[in-house]
């Protein structure tokens, strides 16, 4: 099996979690971006690239105003009670049963071998592209280079995207101008950013190619694989509910740090387990907020939740796949 030989920090891919912003956070597109550009450069210098194939690169992508509308309107800027309907549908369910049952054999060497839970990856692709239906029809360079360069909230993050294509593109002999994928630059079934798809992708159907984008079985594995190196525990809890706000001078909701609380610290009289459940209170958790049309939902967030999160970081995002991943399982154990 293939593996990528660095790693890189982990970063969240896919439906990023922005919130809607003004049109003061870009950066028009006859604007002057000389300086970035020579940051860029000089960066791409340095991981071996000549001015000549750097500038090759830059001009053969193009600004794209519909990537700013779409970062600008993210789904996880909807409440909870808006935002799940859009992916728990009995036709997912049904498509992921029938992607499980025709791919069980290397979802199950894909789960043992990177100790996953398979009901997670399946999950995963499922949310991501509908198993492979809708993976995205935005150009990646033209996605990358825009937010990379005009979309100044998260410009160096999509900046630094934008020189690992470069690098990916060179690496797995990719072609450029037929990558296409999200509006965040997200690729293949699974949806890996560039350095996501160095760092995590395997070669699982050993054919000496990561290929994220065609071959159903190194999608697999890799996502297998982000979840292991991001310390899944396979079989551990998930989330768990709460039966009322456990929120106090001491206890906050989520910031989307690492987990810093302990289960007990959170649990009181008034906050406690809506099902009597046999956990470790001394392990890390964090506090979740889900707002329904007329209420509001809390849950602890364990060590497996936080994992889904470093996929995509939105609470939203995560508890929609923990719950499609336990609509899978059951239909699954039931065939």
């Given at each position: 099996?293939?593996?990528?030989?660095?790693?890189?920090?982990?970063?969240?891919?896919?439906?990023?979690s922005f919130s809607a912003l003004s049109t003061a956070n870009v950066i028009p597109a006859d604007g002057d971006i000389s300086e970035i550009k020579q940051a860029f450069f000089t960066a791409q210098q340095q991981q071996g690239f000549s001015e000549q194939a750097i500038e090759d690169y830059f001009n053969n992508a193009q600004y794209e105003q519909k990537v700013i509308d779409a970062i600008t309107t993210p789904w996880e800027a909807k409440p909870w009670h808006q935002y799940y309907p859009i992916f728990l549908t009995e036709k997912r369910l049904e498509k992921g049963l029938a992607f499980w049952q025709q791919h069980e054999a290397t979802i199950t060497r894909a789960a043992d071998q990177f100790n996953v839970d398979p009901q997670i990856i399946v999950a995963i692709i499922g949310i991501e592209?509908?198993?492979?239906?809708?993976?995205?029809?935005?150009?990646?360079?033209?996605?990358?280079?825009?937010?990379?360069?005009?979309?100044?909230?998260r410009a160096d993050f999509f900046r630094r995207e934008f020189g690992h294509?470069?690098?990916?593109?060179?690496?797995?002999?990719?072609?450029?101008?037929?990558?296409?994928g999200s509006y965040a630059g997200a690729m293949g079934f699974g949806q890996f950013i560039p350095s996501s798809y160095r760092a995590y992708a395997v070669d699982f159907d050993n054919d000496g190619r990561r290929d994220l984008l065609n071959s159903t079985e190194d999608a697999i594995g890799s996502v297998a694989n982000y979840f292991h190196q991001h310390g899944w525990q396979r079989g551990a809890p998930v989330t768990l509910a709460l039966t009322d706000d456990p929120r106090s001078d001491n206890i906050?909701?989520?910031?989307?740090?690492?987990?810093?609380?302990?289960?007990?610290?959170i649990l009181s009289p008034?906050?406690?387990?809506?099902?009597s459940t046999?956990?470790?209170?001394?392990?890390?958790?964090?506090?979740?907020?889900?707002?329904?049309?007329?209420?509001?939902e809390?849950?602890?967030?364990?060590?497996?939740?936080?994992?889904?999160?470093?996929?995509?970081r939105s609470p939203l995002y995560a508890m929609a796949v923990y719950q499609f991943s336990q609509q899978l399982q059951a239909a699954f154990e039931a065939k």
């Open positions: 099996m293939k593996l990528a030989t660095q790693l890189f920090a982990p970063l969240s891919f896919a439906l990023l592209t509908f198993y492979g239906g809708y993976m995205g029809n935005y150009p990646v360079k033209d996605a990358l280079f825009t937010l990379g360069f005009y979309y100044t909230p294509l470069q690098k990916l593109v060179e690496e797995e002999q990719l072609d450029i101008n037929q990558l296409k906050k909701l989520w910031d989307n740090k690492k987990p810093h609380y302990q289960v007990k610290d008034t906050a406690s387990l809506q099902q046999d956990i470790d209170v001394t392990q890390k958790a964090i506090v979740i907020e889900l707002e329904q049309a007329d209420n509001n809390y849950w602890l967030g364990l060590n497996n939740f936080y994992v889904i999160t470093r996929y995509n």
